[in-house]
């Protein structure tokens, strides 16, 4: 890679190509003539205006977003919208219905308790997504809160879920802008912007097949636990099941030959792959490849 640089397989925040840098080092001299960077001008003056214009302006015509939407750019995150949601659409004694299947669905839940009833109405394994016709939708929820995409499990769903008219709220954190949504079946649809938001290019779903592929081909020496059907484009998660031992190693291998942030979230463990837009497809080859010769160096 130029400049020394690594392929970061972080789960956030977003990696950045060198493309993107250089455009952004020479617009912190001077945007577009203004003589200023965008960290020194007024959040009301007209540079600054025309750039949230512009992104607003992308955002809408990428997305598809039909007019009687807002688009809000918040500061926060997208845990201070697990807040900020029940806070705005519920009151204290409301019931609000949660799909919970995995670690940022549950922490959303955890932070609506705080405020109004919450009906955890489907809980998966951290494997799967609970059928449709298995959940417990409240009759008077004031909305249906669910995780698009498990950033730590590498649980994705394929599509809007139906529920039944109720007013449906995604967190897209981790897979925003990774496939087309219609996004007239949301209420709201929020995430937080520093994951896979970089620029677009590269083909997500051949990427992540890839690495699927590398660990469906490995004998058994990968493991992805995630069940097939909802396997996260965005974050592939896998062990080495035979020997857990060897995964530090793994991990410890792979660095050195400038493939970092493969550990698997510490509450997991194990391993994991994020391939947002800007990880090249050279990337995610050179991963498959290594994981090839690891498997073939330490398979018994
Ligand atoms: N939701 C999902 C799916 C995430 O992956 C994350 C962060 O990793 C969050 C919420 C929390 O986002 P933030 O760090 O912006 O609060």
Redesign the pocket.
Known sequence: QPHGRVFNFS??PAVLPVEVLEQAQADLLNWRGSGMSVMEMSHRGKEFQSIIDAAEADLRALLSIPDNYHVLFMQ?????QFSAIPLNLAGEGDTVDYIVTGS?SK?AASEAKKYCKVNVAATGDNKSIPARDSWNLSADAKYVHY?D???IQGVEFKGAPDVGGKVLIA?M??NFLSKPVDVSKYGIIYA?A??NIGPAGVTIVIKAKVLYDAIAGSNGFYNSPVDPAVRSLMNVPFTIPSNPDLEKEFIAQAAKQGMIQLKGHRSVGGMRASIYNSMPLDGVQQLAAFMQKFAAQHAK
């Open positions: 789960a956030g926060g995150g997208a845990s201070t940022w922490k995780c995409n498990e950033t967190d954190s981790s937080g520093q994951k």
